[in-house]
């Protein structure tokens, strides 16, 4: 089992780092509630979201689905499926799959809308995802799929390295440069056209120097051989001197938002 499938096997480790943007963010309007607003699902539609992981997305906006819509949740995991399903069970009208975005088992011009989020930077070929998307999505539909940017967590690479040069924490920034805020319209141009993005504000104002600890830690990057016992002990010391001297909290950027995506009509 590689780290990805490791992160993604059940929703514990995307609950820690779930969490610590719901209780630090400075926005407080939370991101599931305005990712929501920004979706255009007409009644009667067919949606897919590709990558539910556990159904936060849809289990906060419970009050908001309307009856009329046939959703479909899927994700690479089958742990993630199993905890989507237990999650929603008393919300009708859902199916649930496991499916691989660069294989999607459904016919062509099926769905009306599709939603992506924060996913797409984990896909190896982005090419083949983004077809198989564009083929099963209807004519004049839409995909919306949010990501981050290059920026995004930057002061949690730049914490390490001054409490050690040798470590650092670039998944964001390796993400970003898969599909993020800077580059994803340019990946999206030749499947979609009428590409918006959209920017959710804030940042994160974290008092508690254990949750940075956790967050770091839920990211399944060898940090967890390093951070432990002693070095753990004296890497919280060293972010609690840090919290100190900012006022008694450490300031995290984030670079977050939304494409929308409209299909070709034919």
């Given at each position: 089992m590689n780290s990805l499938e490791?992160?993604?096997?059940?929703?514990?480790?995307?609950?820690?780092?779930?969490?610590?943007?719901e209780k630090y963010s400075e926005n407080k309007v939370d991101w599931h509630r305005w990712l929501f607003e920004q979706i255009?699902?007409?009644?009667?539609s067919r949606v897919l979201e590709i990558g539910?992981?556990?159904?936060?997305?849809?289990?906060?906006?419970?009050?908001?689905?309307?009856?009329?819509?046939s959703l479909t949740l899927s994700d690479y995991s089958e742990g993630m499926v199993q905890s989507v399903q237990q999650n929603l069970i008393e919300i009708p009208n859902i199916q649930y799959t496991q499916l691989n975005i660069e294989d999607i088992p459904f016919e062509d011009n099926r769905f009306d809308v599709i939603i992506a989020n924060h996913m797409l930077y984990h896909v190896p070929n982005r090419k083949n995802a983004l077809s198989e998307v564009r083929r099963i999505l209807k004519p004049g539909g839409t995909f919306y799929s949010s990501t981050i940017g290059q920026n995004h967590l930057k002061e949690f690479g730049e914490l390490l390295k001054r409490f050690d040069p040798n470590l650092d924490f670039p998944?964001?920034?390796?993400?970003?440069?898969?599909?993020?805020v800077e580059n994803g319209a340019e990946q999206l141009q030749g499947?979609?056209?009428?590409?918006?993005?959209?920017?959710?504000?804030?940042?994160?104002?974290?008092t508690d120097e254990k949750a940075i600890v956790d967050y770091l830690l839920s990211s399944n990057t060898e940090l967890n051989e390093i951070l432990v016992d002693d070095t753990l002990e004296e890497f919280l010391r060293f972010l609690a001197s840090e919290k100190e001297a900012n006022h008694g909290v450490i300031h995290i950027t984030k670079s977050t938002g939304l494409f929308e995506s409209r299909s070709f009509s034919l």
């Amino acid at each position: 089992m590689n780290s990805l499938e490791e992160q993604y096997r059940n929703p514990t480790k995307l609950n820690t780092r779930i969490n610590i943007h719901e209780k630090y963010s400075e926005n407080k309007v939370d991101w599931h509630r305005w990712l929501f607003e920004q979706i255009n699902i007409p009644p009667n539609s067919r949606v897919l979201e590709i990558g539910c992981g556990d159904g936060t997305f849809w289990l906060k906006n419970r009050n908001r689905i309307d009856s009329s819509w046939s959703l479909t949740l899927s994700d690479y995991s089958e742990g993630m499926v199993q905890s989507v399903q237990q999650n929603l069970i008393e919300i009708p009208n859902i199916q649930y799959t496991q499916l691989n975005i660069e294989d999607i088992p459904f016919e062509d011009n099926r769905f009306d809308v599709i939603i992506a989020n924060h996913m797409l930077y984990h896909v190896p070929n982005r090419k083949n995802a983004l077809s198989e998307v564009r083929r099963i999505l209807k004519p004049g539909g839409t995909f919306y799929s949010s990501t981050i940017g290059q920026n995004h967590l930057k002061e949690f690479g730049e914490l390490l390295k001054r409490f050690d040069p040798n470590l650092d924490f670039p998944s964001a920034r390796e993400h970003a440069l898969n599909f993020g805020v800077e580059n994803g319209a340019e990946q999206l141009q030749g499947y979609f056209n009428e590409i918006v993005y959209k920017d959710f504000p804030g940042g994160l104002k974290i008092t508690d120097e254990k949750a940075i600890v956790d967050y770091l830690l839920s990211s399944n990057t060898e940090l967890n051989e390093i951070l432990v016992d002693d070095t753990l002990e004296e890497f919280l010391r060293f972010l609690a001197s840090e919290k100190e001297a900012n006022h008694g909290v450490i300031h995290i950027t984030k670079s977050t938002g939304l494409f929308e995506s409209r299909s070709f009509s034919l």
